[in-house]
């Protein structure tokens, strides 16, 4: 097997996005207000690659692409730093990032795979001395409320435990200088909320890491968006998710300038995946960035 470098044109691109690997450059920098940078914490499956006991070419390989904890990005927006979901990776996601301050959680649905790092929220409200506004859809935030009931209650905030204060939200809303807009999208018996990252005007990031289908109405929200992330699970049909034929379909619909696969099984190698597709989209990786000019 041949493993190819990635090709050094998809490192720049002329809209102002760039592809950034110096993560230990940006780390230590602050985000100004003039750019949002978005990391992705993890662009695999719920059950993450490399899969528990497999022997595949994929859950052996040597390229850190292909090892891929559970899917969830990280925002620095213009006036904040905003975490989207919980995975049960997050405690090493935010290592290996060097996170060390949130002033938010979005949440996109219920899913263990999206919500079981909840807990590990502690020590950013330790970090910022207080609870941590968390968003996400009433039925989203009820499920979250279920399980981790403890974080839930104003009256108990005691040191070292986790602690949010809930937002409802089903319409657009403003956080850290942008305009985000839920975008829900069919994901088997749960509804997912993809959310857009918008900025005076311009639709910089849709993120829709869990779905089966993407709605007309939801094609029309994100038409032209600059940077599409999208569920491209496998190419088999999956009841849940869209294959990786249907990410490419939607990509190609709402003319997205560019556009990144994620929540990806061990079914082939990130280089192999990334020969198979088409100019303008590419495969997601853990700990890939974007940085967006705001300017
Ligand atoms: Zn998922
Ligand atoms: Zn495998
Ligand atoms: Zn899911």
Do not use: W
């Not at 041949?2 to 090709?7: D, G, M, T």
């Not at 602050?30 to 992705?40: D, E, F, L, N």
């Not at 949010?164 to 319409?171: A, D, Q, T």
């Not at 709402?254 to 989209?281: I, K």
């Amino acid at each position: 097997m041949v493993i190819l470098p990635e090709r050094p044109d998809k490192r720049i691109h002329d809209f102002g996005v760039k592809i950034q690997q110096h993560r230990a450059i940006l780390a230590t920098m602050p985000a100004p207000a003039s750019r949002m940078i978005v990391t992705v914490l993890g662009s695999g499956t719920s059950q993450g690659v490399p899969m528990i006991g497999c022997t595949c070419a994929v859950c052996r390989s040597d390229d850190p692409r292909d090892k891929r904890t559970r899917s969830s990005i990280y925002v620095e927006a213009p006036t904040a730093k905003l975490l989207v979901d919980t995975t049960p990776d997050m405690r090493q996601q935010a290592l290996r990032e060097g996170l060390d301050h949130l002033d938010a959680v979005i949440m996109t649905h219920p899913h263990a795979d999206h919500i079981m790092g909840f807990d590990d929220l502690r020590r950013f409200c330790d970090m910022r001395g207080g609870p941590l506004p968390l968003y996400g859809s009433a039925s989203t935030l009820e499920q979250i409320e279920r399980i981790f009931h403890y974080a839930f209650n104003p009256k108990k905030l005691v040191p070292g435990y986790v602690h949010v204060i809930p937002h409802v939200v089903e319409g657009p809303f403003q956080l850290g200088g942008l305009d985000l807009t839920p975008l829900p999208v069919p994901h088997g018996a749960v509804k997912t909320s993809g959310f857009l990252f918008a900025h005076q005007g311009r639709k910089l990031l849709a993120y829709l890491s869990d779905c089966a289908e993407v709605p007309a109405p939801i094609r029309e929200l994100i038409a032209g968006v600059e940077v599409l992330i999208i569920d491209g699970l496998r190419d088999a049909p999956h009841p849940t998710h869209l294959t990786i034929g249907g990410a490419i379909e939607v990509a190609q619909a709402v003319g997205a300038r560019r556009a990144f696969l994620t929540h990806l099984t061990h079914e082939r190698l990130h280089v192999e995946r990334q020969r198979q597709l088409p100019d303008g989209l590419d495969v997601a990786y853990d700990g890939m960035k974007l940085e967006f000019d705001l300017s």
